[in-house]
């Protein structure tokens, strides 16, 4: 079975803070891809990223920075340097290879103050 | 990425009544789905769209109550039967290109449906 905790409901920082969103799964399956999405209060989901379970390297986009460790089950999302347009809802999610369906953490909602 | 519409953006209706909610694609993609947001919630999968044959619905989720067409490659369509209060939610399309984007998904603007 597929599970996404994201034990973090809401966060508020003060701008130009860094701030770490904290993603631990659980799957049995070897082979699966974790993601992170973003949701603006205008409601979209924005794709930010897709790990493989085979690469666990760090990724950094810019003020966005991604830490996969495979011992903990994690995928921490780290953004610097936080913005007022970071405020959004952020969702981790997880896919095991060949299945269709997108498991869903809780969300959790970032508030960025100026 | 593909670029994803739906119609309506949103919609308030009354119980007992049904809403059709279109999703278009700019480009062919092979796997078209829909997910349910209800509010404060996260995503939950209803069915993944099957182009030329029935959906496949998740554990939860009933034809009779959320028929669903995908005529062609581009297209889909979501319809919440008999509505109730309790279908109050966002409700997104979302598509993956097996050939292009394999397990990466890309979801619609959603559908804010409010039911009276």
């Known amino acids: 079975a597929q599970k996404v905790t994201q034990a973090q409901t809401e966060i508020s920082v003060v701008e130009k803070e860094d701030v770490t969103l904290d993603c631990v799964y659980e799957?049995?399956?070897?082979?699966?891809?974790l993601f992170w999405y973003k949701q603006p209060p205008s409601g979209e989901l924005v794709f930010l990223i897709r790990r493989n379970s085979f690469d666990e390297q760090n990724e950094i986009s810019g003020r966005y920075s991604w830490n996969f460790q495979k011992s903990t089950s994690s995928f921490n999302f780290t953004i610097t340097a936080s913005q007022v347009v970071d405020s959004a809802v952020y969702f981790c999610?997880?896919?095991?290879?060949?299945?269709?369906?997108?498991?869903f953490g809780t969300g959790t909602r970032l508030t960025v103050i100026p | 990425s593909a670029v994803i519409s739906q119609k309506p953006s949103r919609d308030i209706c009354q119980r007992g009544t049904s809403l059709t909610i279109q999703c278009q694609v700019d480009?062919?993609?092979?796997?078209m789905f829909w997910y349910r947001q209800q509010p404060g919630q996260s995503l939950t999968l209803i069915a993944t769209a099957n182009q030329g044959s029935e959906a496949t619905y998740e554990s939860g989720f009933v034809i009779d109550k959320f028929p669903i067409s995908r005529p062609n490659l581009t297209f889909s369509t979501l319809t919440v039967s008999n509505m109730s209060p309790e279908d109050s939610s966002i409700y997104l399309c979302?598509?993956?290109?097996?050939?292009?984007?394999?397990?990466?998904?890309?979801f619609g603007p959603g559908t804010r449906l409010t039911v009276l």
């Open positions: 979302s598509v993956e290109d097996l050939g292009k984007t394999h397990n990466e998904q890309f």
């Open positions: 480009s062919q993609v092979t796997m």
């Open positions: 999610a997880l896919s095991a290879e060949g299945a269709n369906n997108l498991f």
């Open positions: 799957t049995r399956d070897t082979t699966y891809y």
